[in-house]
């Protein structure tokens, strides 16, 4: 059974464009979510999906930022004109219906 | 809203030395308490967990008990390795409504020297 898949690893962006984000979630699982980790910082909650739905967004930045888990596929976040301060490593959870949350390796973006 | 709060680091041992990291936790309720791992360019690995009180975790040698009085969750290792170098989080998951995302503080670097 493999782990929480995200890619890419690591992506370079320049300003104003655009990055995407994919996860896919262990086998079994239908909770994703996405956190964010700033340098030298813990993980910060960004949204909690199940498939087609946003159950909670409360961390999501109000602009730019969107995140989705469709029924059939990866979950994306998107980063809509990236900036400077997007820079981070974005992780991705997968848990089954009660259980534990297992995270992926992370997406690293630098936003150049 | 729920909060974590870690002992500042970094923290530099030398191997078998003992080791104490401190967290103290805010939440309403009683929230499953955890204790993850997270080696350089990694992602984060659950190290150990409780989910009422009283009740200690352990794992690798790592131990942590869920003191509901003192709202704590220190994680201890009677004698640390080399490779247990790398920073660990302290993170809450409430138990109740329907949030189940966890809560994180905010990470203690190690480093163990031989």
């Known amino acids: 059974n493999a782990g929480v898949m995200q890619n890419p690893r690591h992506l370079v962006r320049r300003r104003g464009q655009e990055a995407r984000l994919r996860c896919s979630p262990m086998?079994?699982?239908?909770?994703v979510y996405w956190y964010r980790q700033l340098p030298e910082e813990g993980l910060k909650f960004m949204v909690y999906?199940?498939?087609?739905?946003?159950?909670?967004e409360s961390g999501m930045p109000k602009e730019r930022f969107s995140a989705e888990f469709p029924k059939e596929g990866p979950s994306i976040l998107r980063i809509q004109q990236v900036v400077r301060g997007d820079s981070a490593a974005y992780f991705c959870a997968s848990s089954p219906e009660q259980g534990e949350a297992f995270f992926g390796q992370g997406t690293r973006l630098t936003v150049v | 809203g729920d909060s974590v709060t870690q002992m500042e680091g970094p923290v530099t041992l030398s191997e078998e030395a003992f080791l104490t990291i401190n967290c103290t936790y805010t939440a309403t309720g009683y929230p499953s308490l955890f204790w993850y791992v997270q080696y350089p360019g990694e992602g984060l690995q659950l190290l150990l967990k409780a989910t009422k009180a009283d009740d200690k975790g352990s794992n690798k040698g790592f131990e942590a008990t869920y003191r509901k009085e003192t709202t704590s969750f220190h994680l201890e290792k009677g004698s640390v390795q080399v490779s247990d170098s790398a920073v660990y989080f302290c993170a809450l998951r409430p138990t109740s409504g329907s949030a189940r995302q966890l809560t994180f503080g905010s990470g203690t670097q190690l480093t163990v020297l031989p």
């Open positions: 999906l199940q498939k087609e739905n946003i159950i909670d």
């Open positions: 086998k079994g699982h239908s909770h």
